[in-house]
């Protein structure tokens, strides 16, 4: 029979990432970001939990006062999807501060931002998503950001092959 501190121990749910849209930051310059919550249905964190999420072409679109994520796509599990109906790409409620919407609307409707998702995570039981405000890159932007990071790759060699 198990003690309650081993209990404890057994029943943490290990964190981590679920899903990154690397593409975001490749496209956009990532300037602030946010943690929000997200609104899901049962059989979506099941999916989760498998790691069947993507968010590659996915943003924030900010209407009436609320936060909705569109184009997240999270497969459903075959064991699930002949239980209900499932629909792999809804748009689902991003659930944040007031303070953090304000925020948010100010600088998409008046600096020109975009609001993308970056990552899906869990913070311990809890399916967090982190959104980020974001400038558009221009072609020779990307360029610049690649060559930055080959450079450093290389430096990085030169080091270690040097040491």
């Not at 490749?26 to 919550?37: P, Q, S, T």
């Not at 059989?43 to 996915?58: F, N, P």
């Not at 950001?145 to 060699?157: A, C, I, M, V, Y």
Request: some cysteine.
């Amino acid at each position: 029979m198990a003690t309650k501190a081993s209990q404890k121990t057994a029943k943490k749910p290990t964190g981590g990432t679920i899903a990154l849209n690397k593409r975001a930051k490749h496209d956009y310059f990532l300037e602030e970001k946010f943690e929000a919550g997200i609104a899901l249905q049962g059989w979506e964190v099941k999916s989760l939990r498998a790691g069947k999420a993507q968010l590659t072409d996915s943003y924030v679109l900010l209407k009436g006062g609320e936060a909705w994520v569109m184009g997240m796509h999270i497969t459903p599990l075959p064991s699930v999807s002949t239980h209900f109906v499932t629909d792999p790409a809804r748009t689902r409620k991003l659930l944040l501060h007031h303070r953090e919407l304000s925020k948010l609307f100010g600088a998409v409707n008046k600096k020109g931002y975009a609001c993308v998702v970056t990552a899906l995570y869990w913070k311990q039981h809890l399916v967090k998503c982190e959104i980020a405000l974001a400038k558009g890159k221009q072609q020779h932007d990307k360029r610049a950001t690649e060559k930055d990071r080959d450079w450093q790759r290389q430096k990085s060699r030169l080091m270690r092959h040097n040491s």
